[in-house]
């Protein structure tokens, strides 16, 4: 399937759960508009348990594979869905690494590791032994000292 049917189906589906999540964006190969997406990723900061809720009142729509609190893996209309359910506080840092790809992730890492960086539960720990909860993927590039990259240059 092409991207473009790929982010419709994405966008339909981020429609329908929104009314349950404080925050909810597209990521992943999507984001990143990949010719031919493998799969659909949904990065949300769900309200209370409400998208949970709305999950198991409403299992007989998906064929799940993976069904947490946390991450969600299930199959509907034609494609597979990774939803990660993250604190507000990890969102951006959730939204960077979902987003990838993975080799342009892998090189953030590393570049920060040779800064004395280590990340570690969405807390970015500075050289200078600061800790930070970055707020934005601005701000992480920032961190990285590298120019902001759009989505589809992330390869």
Same mark, same amino acid.
């Given at each position: 399937m092409e991207n473009k049917t790929?982010?419709?189906k994405a966008q339909f589906f981020a429609r329908w759960i929104y009314p349950f999540c404080k925050r909810l964006e597209i990521a %992943? =190969?999507?984001?990143?508009q990949i010719e031919k997406?493998?799969?659909?990723?949904?990065?949300?900061? +769900?309200?209370g348990l409400k998208l949970h809720?709305?999950?198991i009142d409403n299992k007989h729509l998906f064929k799940i594979e993976k069904n947490g609190n946390k991450y969600k893996r299930f199959y509907y209309d034609g494609?597979?869905?990774?939803?990660?359910?993250?604190q507000p506080e990890d969102f951006a840092t959730q939204y960077f690494i979902?987003? %990838? =790809?993975k080799e342009f992730?892998?090189?953030?890492?590393t570049q920060w590791k040779q800064k004395g960086g +280590?990340?570690?539960?969405?807390?970015?720990?500075?050289?200078?032994?600061?800790?930070?909860r970055p707020e934005s993927e601005h701000e992480i590039f920032e961190m990285l000292d590298i120019p902001y990259l759009a989505p589809r240059d992330r390869t």
């Open positions: 790929y982010f419709q %992943g =190969s999507v984001r990143r997406p493998k799969d659909i990723e949904l990065v949300a900061v +769900s309200q809720k709305w999950f494609a597979d869905y990774d939803l990660f359910i993250v979902r987003t %990838g =790809s992730v892998t090189k953030c890492m +280590s990340v570690k539960n969405c807390v970015w720990h500075c050289a200078n032994g600061d800790e930070k």
